[in-house]
T-cell receptor
Framework: GQSLEQPSEVTAVEGAIVQINCTYQTSGFYGLSWYQQHDGGAPTFLSYNALDGLEETGRFSSFLSRSDSYGYLLLQELQMKDSASYFCAVRALGGSQGNLIFGKGTKLSVKP | DARVTQTPRHKVTEMGQEVTMRCQPILGHNTVFWYRQTMMQGLELLAYFRNRAPLDDSGMPKDRFSAEMPDATLATLKIQPSEPRDSAVYFC??????????????FGQGTRLTVV
């Protein structure tokens, strides 16, 4: 099976950089995804790492290290609108190919 | 503007009643997911369909929950009978899975279910 661990809450100030970590235990997966969810809204896709290394999309970057069973989402130049919950997710290999499992999410609060 | 559509957006029902939630996935997507979200458990996968076939419903309480895809444009999640502990937001998501090249899931706006 799969399990993903994330910190439950993170607080940072506007303009700062914050890193949200995700450690996982899984028997095999295609890649690590990150989703953002604002209060009352639906999760929306942010980034995907199929291979080890860093993927950059504007102010957001995501990193994966399969050997360390670890990934992170890096948010730079934080803005108030970045206050949301962030979820890491993996898509399983094997019998449930394509199955998408989420961590419990990290609530990011950005302060002025 | 392609999007996943869920109905109803809100549902309040009495314990013991049947609840049916509907989802229209994005045209051309071959996978559909049903998730339940609560503060305590986060996003729990209830069911997963690929090309309309159920591939994983291990997270779904089988005695009261059922999920189907009668055709490619409609997925349903049914609870019968409903219980107060079923109160949650239920999300449907769809995606296009082609090998390992695409992992993005597009979520609907959810159905907020309250069972009293």
């Amino acid at each position: 099976g799969q399990s993903l661990e994330q910190p439950s809450e993170v607080t940072a100030v506007e303009g700062a950089i914050v890193q949200i970590n995700c450690t996982y235990q899984t028997s095999g997966f295609y890649g690590l995804s990150w989703y953002q969810q604002h209060d009352g809204g639906a999760p929306t896709f942010l980034s995907y790492n199929a291979l080890d290394g860093l993927e950059e999309t504007g102010r957001f970057s995501s990193f994966l290290s399969r050997s360390d069973s670890y990934g992170y989402l890096l948010l730079q130049e934080l803005q108030m609108k970045d206050s949301a919950s962030y979820f890491c997710a993996v898509r399983a290999l094997g019998g449930s190919q394509g199955n998408l499992i989420f961590g419990k999410g990290t609530k990011l609060s950005v302060k002025p | 503007d392609a999007r996943v559509t869920q109905t109803p957006r809100h549902k309040v029902t009495e314990m013991g009643q049947e609840v049916t939630m509907r989802c229209q996935p994005i045209l051309g997507h071959n996978t559909v997911f049903w998730y339940r979200q609560t503060m305590m458990q986060g996003l729990e996968l209830l069911a997963y369909f690929r090309n309309r076939a159920p591939l994983d419903d291990s997270g779904m309480p089988k005695d009261r929950f059922s999920a189907e895809m009668p055709d490619a444009t409609l997925a349903t999640l049914k609870i019968q009978p409903s219980e107060p502990r079923d109160s949650a937001v239920y999300f449907c998501a769809s995606g296009l899975v082609v090998g390992s090249g695409d992992a993005e899931a597009f979520f609907g706006q959810g159905t907020r279910l309250t069972v009293v």
